[in-house]
């Protein structure tokens, strides 16, 4: 297949790219570098020995939109692009909205225009609210109890989807809920490139590796779990990366809605001494007051990937934090260096 990835410069586009392109597919990557660098997808070359066609677009803009996609010729898309940043969304609740609806509504309408059929939707865990139980599955209730405008755009682009495929019954669609993707490809070329402070667990524990930040804030010790810190339930992005390959080759017709976790939960502090295996050193943390927002534990339950995609994690935390402290260690400062 000739597969666009939206967004594809970005942490799990990039290693979608290279898995896609290692399984002989045809890559194409539009973005609009607001989050990446080009860089990410020249590594990828280099990796795979291929050439992937680049294009700089802000997808949220229909004429830009149109302008990059009309010419190209694809059957399938990734659709990565977006703004992620939880905390941010709280604070530019409009750009988060604009950006992450209008792109998925102008890539839509020349899916449509051009007849390309297949497309695949990174959705997150978040759009499950406060769990109701765990393993999360597919079945959970979604857009209840959703605590950021980031998390909303999920939820509402996931409707948008299911709405314009009963309008277009030709659309296949395939929803991917993603749990915490971690870790790097092994060679530690490509990675996670976060601007600034580093929101999430693992880029902030490796920046504290490798001497950027002071120490690790623990966001609380008082959930009701085995130590009292946050359990989620962290993806190696190959796993994750493979799932979409999945998604493209095996998904059936019409819309479907598929959680990529490994159906197993860690804590904070079980990450945090995960990481230190792979540095080989003890490093320093506090414990300071919960995050607001935040819940106790996030578990995938990722039987239907598994038994429909014929899809499953290979990897383990130990392995994503060796990949990830080789992309730190050797690119302290990410692919701006
Ligand atoms: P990322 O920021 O590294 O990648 C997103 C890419 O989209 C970036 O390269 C960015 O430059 C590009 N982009 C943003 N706005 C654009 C626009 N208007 N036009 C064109 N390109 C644009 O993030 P990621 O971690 O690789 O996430 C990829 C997708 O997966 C996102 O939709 C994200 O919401 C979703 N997701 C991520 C996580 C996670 O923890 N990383 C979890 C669940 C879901
Ligand atoms: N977390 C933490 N310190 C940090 C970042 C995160 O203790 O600097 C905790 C957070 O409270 C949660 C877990 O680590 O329990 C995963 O957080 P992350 O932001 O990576 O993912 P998400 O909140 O989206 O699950």
Known sequence: MRVLL??????????TALVLTERGHEVLVVDNFSNSSPESVRRVEQLT???????EADLADPEQAKRALEPLEFDAVVHF???KAVGESTEQPARYYRTN?????NLLDIMRAKGVTKLVFSSSATVYGDPQYLPQDELHQTGVG???PY??????IEQIIRDVQVAWPELNAVILRYFNPVGAHPSGRIGEDPAGIPNNLMPFIAQVAVGKREKLMVFGDAYETSDGTGVRDYIHVMDLAEGHVAALEQAPSGVSTYNLGSGKGSSVLEVLRAFEKAVGRELPYEITAARAGDVAEMVADPAKANRELG???KRTLDEACADAWAWQSA???GYGA
């Open 81 to 83: 692009a977006g703004l």
């Open 331 to 333: 690119n302290p400062d």
């Open 101 to 105: 609806i209008d792109s998925t509504l």
């Open 6 to 15: 939206t967004g594809g410069a970005g942490y799990i586009g990039s290693h």
């Open 49 to 55: 020995n291929a050439s992937i066609e680049l294009i």
């Open 146 to 148: 959703v605590t950021n």
């Open 151 to 156: 998390g909303w755009t999920k939820a509402m």
């Open 311 to 313: 899809w499953a994690v």
